[in-house]
């Protein structure tokens, strides 16, 4: 890639896109160019976004229940999930993705366990439901767990078992709280409808059922902080040493009972504003609970939602410790780029994940003086890339519609005036509340942003900005570094991590700069490579 | 503990699956369809299937894992998956360029009834698959048998769609190989080639899941199946298919199609496995065995001699598929380990009697379970009876190892925490070199660790 | 705690050696003789060395080691050996019926000052080497260097009591080998093959200490370099001596004596040294490189960028034989592991030389000492003063790894409680896949038994 | 073999020793002629044992230091042993005989530790005494032992430094206990002049330091056992069981203090005689203490010496509480021979090791019905072989005159009138002091005896004899093995054991038993091994 060397702008990359859309049939390159936009950050430009992949595409993005049982209800220790289907599904979400947990040395903990129905070609043919029925009354006998949750699988819901009504039944048998989840893998367009699922399911099933006062005085419910590689345990110590009361998390290193106290909070800090901005929503719907965007990826990032978060509570104690834990903290933060960032300043990243991250990171990486080239979402909304402010323009598609909107109402009981008057007095004073800019406004001009890209745009990439690292998952890390470039998963960490809070950034720092630097990539081509005289096309079938 | 809600007490479970020791079809269709040259499989379901397995395969391989997807939406899902499909073959033509598709089903596409055939006719006729290119499929429904299942399936849809019999009989013969690492396929070329054996292996994922780090990406590397080998196989004298499971449906359908007549052989692993492994080969390829081969042999069996005292009576618990677990077992028992754990989630009747044969006489201790009810927490709950020296299977089992305190040779489908099993053979005498080598390894580190100051040896 | 005397407090020593990190000349001699097809090693000492020897290659190899001796007793120690080794000879072609004895001395007979040259013209004179029929020897004093030393000795002696030149140059090159295992010089082969080179390989213990369980035994297994082609040596048209510190002797007294022109290169161990050795190869022999050579070194390259997480700045301690530790090191550092800690009791100021070129860039803190005071004692000392990730070496260090909990990869001689290395190579990019997975395994191992229960990883 | 049918008879072996003899030159032949003797235990039979090796004849036999260093100083853990001498001597004994020692968690312990003043050519030609010395200083100065051995080797004795004096003027200088052994490898014919040596020097330098009592009401000395596999343990055990002091063991998990006070017992009981008889024999003419040979190697044998050692003492408790100890063992001895026998009945054991294994495994064997067709030993001397009573008639030779004999005058002030008494009084109630019958009368008619066995003589033993099992060492093991027979390490005991003791009887029983039952000898032929069509001969150097 060629920026202007007096400017250091990135270049208009309309040559690039022209190339990947030449490629394309002329339907999918009409429906893709309306994905692909060279950011300008001084206007405002609509992205298309949360639509279907084409078949055929290679695409990156999963399904519902990938969205429902494995990244929302995934965290959550103390419920046993039961997938109802055919093997496979239960399977694949097993363990796959790192939450962590901690439920000390006795606690209840099913994370570790894969529950399925099993479905075989008779129940498919002859229906599940008293299949169901019994895994229910199984799982009771052998682990007489609290809670229960049923996920209903692709085949599933063609054959109109209906999950519902089995585990409201097994309800009342067993007095214990069973709910399902209709996040059939064709539901929506990506994952992201199953965390709306997910969420509906939570909102109705769960938020609310314990009215217990759960003490402190600063309660906060963290939503769509899922502690990948531990990145919940390093916030929790903030909150804790802040002498805040994480009343609950959505949902890393969660138990149902903090669900069912999260309405008791004062405040709901969002994180990943894609998966849960919908829990954020009814929540002060139904009980004037406000909310608030944080970001905890990034020290600037950590430092400012800190801080926002203790000025919500306008006590002068909070906000001298707030001061006190940054100030601390980024003794080492500072330390680390100072070291790193003279061998990290202006490389170039590129980002293609999730619903949040791809914006998040990019200040993360921005800390120790890479720049984002290119970024975009798996399975965001077009409020995750140009804010909040365009969600009333936004068409309902008929696979959005798919997904039941629940008609919240107003809890009267448990209704808190007193918040609803604090988000007043502190909007006067300039506090934003349900605030999110998006992804857009926050990158440079000419990046190029680009919703559910398929393998065919990601290796047209690579040839034209060949950037330094690229940030992914699983399926695309290989494929990125035959390339030569190191690819660093920002769904599993890499197993490594936390990356969250002023801890998280340095550990991020370090690993960058380990990936970017190491001398690995420079031994890739043989020495013999320009030596063609060495080189002897042999048949070697022998070896 | 990481499992421990896992207690001695076992309660009768008719419905209730708990950590299960197989997977679905798809996943096995499209690793088997990564063993033909220039092939792009395609997952006719919902995203979420291709992007599981494609993740799980990944995870295994560290490698990319290439495949498409229909992308249903519930809309396809009520009115069926047709124009996704074929909307996906023109794409992946024009965009992906393969030299053939490999379409499998999922339960959502065959719940719908969605017919391939026909589909894939209609895109045929359609103009939708370019001249000289190949759209091959299979039903893999997920709620009948496992991953094996779907590689099987996979296979066979090889063969039926691309086998041609042209009359005229090759000096050749088939090797179709079940579901092994692209170590073993390689393995299993370079036995028959130090045999002199002139043969067509498929499926072979060797040089496409084990693809060297070159600085830049191939999308179809170069190993695979030609599709002229696969065509020409339904001229070739005769077939040897290793790994009954997986190989000996598409080997029966090639006898059917082409009149080409067949062995079905268990995989070679151990001795006598392999022993007759090598004897097939060596009647149907018509060559001999050389001494090399027989010197391979020779060196497994030393190690085995001279380090019987490490492995006598050893206690193993294993879980995975019957192909590899049968011959397995036999292994174990030839080195006088006994294996009294066996279980595996894939069904069929075969696996229950073939394990009888092999344990009752010297094991009769042994309890073995597949298909319904064979399940890990199963096989836990026995461990927690009797403990065992040694577990065998994939990566899910460490969390009984850590648990249990036993040493846990990783093994099978999927491998997702460790390396090597791409890039050496556990097939063959080599391979049975490092299974054994692997299994000594375990329980002499076991021995190091936990011996006494006074009892701590130098010299084993 | 098994080594609870050793203490962080560094004491200066000039002659106390604790914990050798070598042995002496003779072993390096007999090992080196097994590579010889037909060769009946020779001791020309007291009984104790050969039955030591024989001991410590039994115990690392699992494999018969025959030796003979010359039985000294105090007698021949004040009166000189000659009459003993002469008896030797004729008893030993007598009896054993070698096609060749490969003598070596000893401390004793080297402080009496038995000359070889003159006894084994003697025991020739006297009619005790049966026509057709060869002694050689070399002097293998244990006083000086190392049992490297020995080894390098032995393979000159083989070279200058054998080689010969017609003044025909052959279209074939030498290939010597330094002390490696038999797997290694297996795995040069079939590198050197799969390149088409034409060499002979000397010495090759492979197929002698590596031999098959077959029910019978051979005395002279089939491997070893033959006669004929130890002498036609001296005819070929260039040498590559791998290893120089066991090799490089020998390769130049081949040109010296025969004007075969040589390299001499380090142990092709990891990738670049890997590199420099078949670019060596290809241009000595005049042969390409192929293909499959290339996709095995970007398996290797592949291994590692996709691990790297697992190696970055991993601190790491060595101890062993120049030849190994040298390419080992530089292997570490592509691998952006970091060797800290390297002693190797072989004198020899080029292995520090080498080291401070390697390290001094990315490691200025790495401490190394070979010679005089650098034993295993130091190595752990300096351990105990700031620990380490890995620990690199024989069998002894197994006693530091467990103090110290370290993971602890076996490389190196002796290895005399683990199998394996003697069947799979160590060497060229295959080797250094193998030499990656161990200590992949070793980390990983450890990571998930010292894990937290929440840390714990399936994936990994 | 073929024995005969009716009496079960091992057959005649001339034919064999003929064959093995044909190959030799003729005056090899007619040396190793007197060293293969066809037994008959009814009549006296010489055999020549403890006499050179012939050069070129591949021998069991290791040196001098071997004995000394190796077998009886090894198993001393809180002495150093400083080897003086090229550093192979040292790095050959290290860690390569499984003495075990039980030194407790802060317990002095050099036995893990090699210590060498590994020589260099300077040194051989100038001399190494200044280098010794500073060895000496250096060990003491860093680790503060109690005592330090040092052991001369080859060069060293050729160039003459004089461990000795060096020895006594550190010993001045460091105030601690420090000595030399002169057991240069060339000394003698075997390890056999090494543990002379080594008993020598420990009587001399240790044995009678410490006069103070060790208490107890029976004080026994165990001499040659050497804790091989935890063997000592075992018995240590059944001597705390019936209340007897163990003063020391020479040398199994023994210590310097130990030794010091050995001269306080009232007892020797000697196991290996070969090894250490020389230790009994000096305790007696010196301090009056009388000894009996016992032997531990097998249930009955074990039974028979705590029998006897508890007879000795008179003591009616004793003699009750062993017999309470033999019958609660034997249970466990009969039911696993009950349970191994039958699958071990009959098969035939060659054995051909040390000075007392090959006699002492053979009733082991015995015990499970499997028969001793041929045994030897590495460096025993006649009297192992014929018993005692041929000690005075056996010829000094050169190499034996060269080991110093010493010359042992009572200790007056440390003398045992009472034991001297108790042994005459005992004597005449027919009870054995000072015997030992050797191994030729227990073995059968037509065994074949052994001494110092070559490799071309195991080569046609097998042949002849088609043994089920050869006990040897490490060396023979995986020749052996290569013929499909099993090899049972008599030195190391294939790292199981122990072997001693009734336990030791049961481990052994049982580890015969896999050794010869297992499967895997049955698949050493390949199944193609009987059809030629199959095999091919084809260049193989590609693979």
Same mark, same amino acid.
């Given at each position: 890639?060629?920026?202007d060397n007096k400017?250091n702008?990135?270049p208009?990359s309309?040559?690039?896109?022209e190339?990947i859309?030449n490629?394309y049939?002329?339907?999918?390159?009409?429906?893709?160019?309306?994905?692909?936009?060279?950011?300008?950050p001084e206007?405002?430009?609509e992205i298309?976004?949360?639509?279907?992949?084409?078949?055929?595409i290679?695409t990156?993005r999963?399904c519902?229940?990938?969205?429902c049982?494995?990244?929302?209800?995934?965290?959550?220790?103390?419920?046993?999930?039961?997938?109802?289907?055919?093997?496979?599904?239960?399977?694949?979400?097993?363990l796959?993705?790192?939450?962590q947990?901690d439920a000390?040395?006795?606690?209840?903990?099913?994370?570790n366990?894969?529950?399925?129905?099993d479905?075989?070609?008779t129940?498919i043919?002859f229906?599940g439901?008293?299949?169901?029925?019994?895994a229910?009354r199984?799982a009771?006998?052998?682990?007489?767990?609290?809670?229960?949750?049923v996920?209903?699988?692709?085949p599933?819901g063609?054959?109109g078992?209906?999950?519902?009504?089995v585990?409201?039944?097994m309800?009342?048998?067993l007095?214990?709280?069973?709910f399902?989840?209709?996040?059939?893998g064709?539901?929506?367009?990506?994952q992201s409808?199953?965390h709306h699922?997910?969420n509906?399911?939570i909102?109705?099933?769960?938020?609310?059922?314990?009215?217990?006062?759960p003490?402190?005085?600063?309660k906060?419910?963290l939503?769509?902080?899922y502690n990948?590689g531990g990145?919940?345990?390093?916030?929790e110590k903030?909150?804790?040493e802040m002498?805040?009361t994480l009343?609950?998390?959505?949902?890393?290193n969660s138990?149902?009972?903090?669900f069912?106290n999260a309405h008791?909070?004062?405040l709901n800090a969002?994180?990943?504003?894609r998966?849960?901005?919908?829990?954020a929503?009814?929540?002060?719907?139904?009980?004037g609970i406000?909310?608030?965007?944080?970001?905890?990826?990034g020290a600037?990032?950590?430092?400012k939602?800190?801080?926002k978060?203790a000025k919500y509570f306008?006590?002068?104690?909070l906000?001298?410790k707030?001061?006190?834990?940054?100030a601390?903290?980024?003794?080492e933060?500072q330390?680390t780029i100072e070291d790193v960032?003279?061998r990290?300043e202006g490389?170039l990243?590129?980002?293609?994940?999730?619903?949040?991250r791809?914006?998040h990171?990019?200040?993360?990486?921005?800390e120790i003086?890479?720049?984002?080239?290119?970024?975009?979402?798996e399975?965001?909304h077009?409020d995750d890339y140009?804010?909040?402010?365009?969600?009333d323009s936004?068409k309902?598609?008929?696979d959005s519609?798919?997904i039941?909107?629940?008609d919240?109402?107003?809890?009267?009981?448990n209704w808190r005036?007193d918040?609803v008057?604090?988000k007043?007095?502190?909007?006067?004073?300039?506090?934003?509340f349900?605030?999110?800019?998006?992804m857009?406004?926050?990158m440079?001009?000419?990046s190029?942003?680009?919703?559910?890209?398929?393998h065919?745009?990601?290796e047209k990439?690579?040839?034209?900005?060949k950037?330094?690292?690229?940030?992914?998952?699983i399926?695309?890390?290989?494929?990125?570094q035959k390339?030569?470039?190191?690819l660093k998963q920002?769904?599993s960490?890499?197993?490594?991590?936390?990356?969250?809070?002023?801890?998280?950034?340095?550990?991020?720092?370090?690993d960058?700069?380990?990936m970017?630097n190491?001398?690995?990539w420079?031994?890739?081509?043989?020495?013999?490579k320009n030596e063609?005289e060495l080189?002897?096309?042999?048949a070697?079938?022998?070896? | 503990?990481?499992?421990r809600h896992t207690?001695?007490d076992?309660?009768e479970?008719?419905?209730?699956?708990?950590?299960?020791?197989?997977?679905c079809q798809?996943?096995?269709a499209m690793y088997?369809a990564?063993g033909?040259h220039?092939c792009?499989?395609?997952?006719?379901?919902?995203?979420?299937?291709?992007?599981?397995h494609?993740s799980a395969?990944?995870r295994h391989?560290?490698e990319?894992?290439m495949?498409?997807t229909?992308s249903f939406?519930?809309?396809?899902s009520?009115?069926?998956?047709?124009s996704n499909?074929?909307q996906a073959?023109?794409?992946?033509f024009?965009?992906y360029?393969?030299?053939?598709?490999?379409v499998?089903s999922?339960?959502? %596409?065959?719940t719908i009834?969605d017919?391939? /055939?026909?589909?894939? !006719?209609k895109?045929?006729? &359609? @103009?939708?698959i370019p001249?000289?290119?190949?759209?091959?499929?299979?039903?893999t429904p997920s709620y009948?048998g496992s991953?094996?299942?779907?590689y099987s399936?996979m296979v066979s849809g090889?063969?039926?769609?691309?086998?041609?019999?042209t009359?005229?009989?090759n000096?050749?013969?088939?090797?179709i190989s079940?579901?092994?690492?692209?170590?073993d396929?390689r393995e299993?070329?370079?036995?028959?080639?130090?045999m002199g054996?002139?043969?067509?292996l498929f499926?072979?994922? %060797?040089?496409v899941v084990d693809a060297?780090q /070159?600085?830049?990406y !191939?999308?179809?590397?170069k &190993? @695979?199946t030609?599709?002229?080998?696969l065509i020409?196989s339904g001229?070739?004298?005769?077939?040897?298919?290793?790994?009954?499971?997986?190989t000996?449906d598409?080997a029966i359908?090639?006898?059917?199609?082409c009149?080409v007549?067949?062995?079905a052989?268990?995989?070679?692993i151990g001795?006598?496995a392999t022993?007759?492994?090598?004897?097939e080969l060596?009647?149907?390829a018509?060559?001999g065995i050389?001494?090399a081969?027989?010197?391979?042999r020779?060196?497994?069996v030393?190690?085995i001699?001279d380090?019987?005292?490490y492995?006598?009576?050893?206690?193993?618990a294993?879980f &995975?598929?019957?192909d590899q677990?049968?011959p397995?077992?036999e292994?174990?028992?030839d080195?006088?380990?006994k294996p009294v754990y066996?279980?595996?989630?894939?069904p069929?009747?075969?696996m229950?009697?073939r394990?009888?044969?092999l344990l009752?006489?010297?094991?009769?201790e042994?309890?073995?379970q597949n298909?319904?009810g064979?399940d890990?927490y199963l096989?836990h709950?026995w461990i927690?009876?009797e403990?065992?020296?040694?577990?065998?299977?994939?990566?899910y089992?460490k969390?009984?190892?850590?648990?249990e305190?036993?040493p846990?040779l990783r093994?099978?489908?999927?491998?997702?925490?460790?390396v090597?099993?791409?890039?050496?053979p556990t097939l063959?005498?080599?391979?049975?070199?490092r299974i054994l080598?692997?299994?000594l390894?375990?329980?002499?580190?076991?021995?190091?660790l936990?011996?006494s100051e006074?009892e701590f040896?130098l010299?084993m």
């Amino acid at each position: 890639m060629s920026t202007d060397n007096k400017t250091n702008m990135f270049p208009d990359s309309s040559d690039l896109i022209e190339e990947i859309l030449n490629k394309y049939p002329s339907k999918v390159a009409k429906k893709r160019a309306k994905s692909l936009v060279t950011n300008d950050p001084e206007i405002d430009q609509e992205i298309q976004s949360n639509i279907r992949t084409i078949p055929g595409i290679i695409t990156q993005r999963g399904c519902c229940y990938a969205g429902c049982k494995g990244v929302i209800l995934g965290p959550t220790r103390d419920i046993i999930n039961i997938v109802h289907g055919p093997i496979g599904c239960s399977f694949y979400a097993w363990l796959t993705r790192r939450n962590q947990t901690d439920a000390g040395p006795d606690g209840e903990n099913y994370m570790n366990y894969c529950f399925s129905t099993d479905m075989q070609d008779t129940n498919i043919v002859f229906g599940g439901e008293k299949k169901l029925e019994e895994a229910i009354r199984e799982a009771y006998e052998i682990f007489k767990p609290h809670s229960i949750g049923v996920f209903s699988t692709c085949p599933i819901g063609l054959i109109g078992d209906d999950v519902h009504a089995v585990s409201r039944k097994m309800k009342e048998e067993l007095d214990i709280n069973i709910f399902g989840f209709s996040c059939e893998g064709y539901k929506g367009v990506s994952q992201s409808a199953g965390h709306h699922i997910a969420n509906n399911g939570i909102f109705k099933h769960v938020v609310g059922l314990n009215n217990t006062d759960p003490g402190g005085k600063f309660k906060l419910n963290l939503l769509g902080e899922y502690n990948i590689g531990g990145d919940s345990f390093v916030l929790e110590k903030y909150f804790e040493e802040m002498g805040i009361t994480l009343v609950s998390t959505f949902s890393g290193n969660s138990t149902m009972s903090q669900f069912e106290n999260a309405h008791m909070a004062d405040l709901n800090a969002v994180m990943c504003h894609r998966s849960i901005n919908y829990i954020a929503e009814m929540l002060e719907k139904k009980h004037g609970i406000p909310w608030i965007k944080i970001n905890f990826i990034g020290a600037d990032a950590t430092a400012k939602s800190l801080r926002k978060i203790a000025k919500y509570f306008e006590d002068e104690e909070l906000m001298a410790k707030t001061e006190e834990i940054i100030a601390r903290e980024m003794l080492e933060v500072q330390a680390t780029i100072e070291d790193v960032k003279s061998r990290t300043e202006g490389k170039l990243c590129m980002m293609y994940v999730g619903g949040s991250r791809a914006h998040h990171y990019q200040e993360l990486f921005g800390e120790i003086g890479m720049r984002t080239i290119s970024a975009g979402y798996e399975f965001g909304h077009r409020d995750d890339y140009e804010g909040r402010k365009v969600l009333d323009s936004i068409k309902i598609d008929a696979d959005s519609r798919n997904i039941e909107e629940l008609d919240i109402v107003k809890d009267e009981a448990n209704w808190r005036d007193d918040l609803v008057a604090k988000k007043t007095s502190l909007e006067d004073k300039g506090y934003g509340f349900s605030e999110y800019e998006g992804m857009m406004p926050d990158m440079e001009k000419n990046s190029l942003v680009i919703d559910d890209i398929s393998h065919w745009e990601t290796e047209k990439l690579i040839e034209y900005y060949k950037p330094d690292i690229i940030g992914a998952g699983i399926k695309e890390k290989y494929v990125i570094q035959k390339y030569g470039v190191p690819l660093k998963q920002l769904h599993s960490y890499d197993y490594g991590g936390p990356y969250a809070g002023f801890k998280g950034a340095v550990n991020f720092y370090n690993d960058i700069d380990k990936m970017v630097n190491t001398k690995i990539w420079g031994l890739i081509p043989p020495p013999w490579k320009n030596e063609p005289e060495l080189v002897a096309k042999m048949a070697d079938t022998a070896y | 503990m990481l499992l421990r809600h896992t207690t001695k007490d076992i309660k009768e479970r008719k419905s209730l699956t708990i950590n299960p020791a197989k997977t679905c079809q798809p996943v096995g269709a499209m690793y088997a369809a990564l063993g033909i040259h220039g092939c792009l499989p395609h997952s006719h379901g919902s995203q979420g299937c291709c992007s599981y397995h494609r993740s799980a395969l990944t995870r295994h391989y560290k490698e990319p894992i290439m495949a498409a997807t229909s992308s249903f939406t519930e809309g396809s899902s009520v009115f069926g998956g047709q124009s996704n499909l074929i909307q996906a073959i023109d794409n992946i033509f024009t965009i992906y360029e393969p030299e053939v598709i490999a379409v499998h089903s999922t339960c959502l %596409s065959e719940t719908i009834g969605d017919d391939l /055939t026909q589909i894939v !006719e209609k895109a045929r006729d &359609g @103009g939708k698959i370019p001249e000289g290119k190949h759209v091959i499929f299979c039903n893999t429904p997920s709620y009948i048998g496992s991953h094996v299942t779907g590689y099987s399936n996979m296979v066979s849809g090889m063969v039926k769609l691309l086998s041609k019999s042209t009359g005229v009989t090759n000096d050749k013969i088939n090797l179709i190989s079940g579901w092994v690492e692209p170590s073993d396929m390689r393995e299993v070329k370079r036995m028959a080639n130090l045999m002199g054996a002139n043969f067509t292996l498929f499926p072979d994922t %060797s040089d496409v899941v084990d693809a060297p780090q /070159t600085g830049s990406y !191939e999308m179809y590397p170069k &190993g @695979g199946t030609t599709i002229p080998d696969l065509i020409a196989s339904g001229d070739n004298k005769a077939t040897l298919a290793f790994g009954k499971w997986a190989t000996e449906d598409a080997a029966i359908k090639l006898e059917n199609k082409c009149k080409v007549p067949f062995e079905a052989t268990e995989l070679p692993i151990g001795v006598r496995a392999t022993d007759r492994f090598i004897m097939e080969l060596s009647k149907l390829a018509e060559v001999g065995i050389p001494e090399a081969i027989t010197a391979e042999r020779g060196r497994l069996v030393d190690m085995i001699t001279d380090m019987q005292q490490y492995l006598h009576g050893k206690r193993v618990a294993l879980f &995975g598929d019957p192909d590899q677990l049968i011959p397995l077992v036999e292994f174990l028992l030839d080195m006088n380990m006994k294996p009294v754990y066996i279980v595996s989630g894939t069904p069929g009747k075969k696996m229950h009697k073939r394990l009888e044969e092999l344990l009752l006489p010297t094991v009769p201790e042994a309890k073995f379970q597949n298909g319904k009810g064979a399940d890990m927490y199963l096989l836990h709950q026995w461990i927690k009876n009797e403990g065992v020296d040694l577990l065998i299977g994939n990566s899910y089992g460490k969390y009984i190892a850590r648990d249990e305190n036993i040493p846990f040779l990783r093994m099978g489908f999927p491998i997702l925490d460790r390396v090597g099993h791409s890039y050496f053979p556990t097939l063959g005498y080599m391979g049975g070199l490092r299974i054994l080598e692997k299994i000594l390894d375990l329980i002499m580190d076991k021995q190091d660790l936990e011996s006494s100051e006074p009892e701590f040896e130098l010299v084993m």
